[in-house]
């Protein structure tokens, strides 16, 4: 990993953690990103996401508000699943509430956030194969959630795998680059707007 500055606009995430998390997602004829760099781009208006393929072949994937809209809350709720299990594992259901999950939440995206640390962007020549996403297919499991990216272009399919930490870390890079772009922010749950904003908090007795 690269110790050197990164620009506000641009993020990358090495996705060691994310390709351990989709070897074990179901064969896919798509192929896996292996890194990401996630930037908004005003001349158009959406998030450019760069990846690196098996080969260090790069690709651009255009994502717009509106599909964002539709993915991000999916993207939380599992989160929310795997908050509330840990919640349930510690302290049985009956302490199941709202405001814990909440706090295991705000501690788990605060952790994510501190171990992000800045890498070279993924390279894209001019001639990178881009593609416009129109739909996102997800699939899950207790460990991992797998994202495949259909849409307009010649970049397409590919699959992106991520385990928790790692999505958390996109999470982060996502909504910097959703401030930039000044987009409306009620999509962003308290938890998250919190661990962006607020102190550190302490880490929740649910959590050992």
Known sequence: MSSHATPLHLFSIDSAKAAKAAKASPDTPAP????ITTRYSPTQDRM???GDLPGSLPVV???SQRLLLRLLPRLFQWLQLQSAADVK???GAAEQS??????VQRFAQEAAAQQLTAQPPVHTPAHTPQALVEAVSIGQSALWIHLEFQGVGDALPVAMGLNAPALRQWLVIVQRQWREAQWPVDVWPGWLVEAADGPPSEMPASVH
Do not use: G, K, N, Q
């Open 32 to 35: 896996l990103i292996e890194r």
């Open 48 to 50: 450019a996401m760069a």
């Open 61 to 63: 994937l255009w994502l």
């Open 89 to 91: 594992l510690a302290h």
């Open 98 to 103: 709202a405001l814990a999950v909440h706090a």
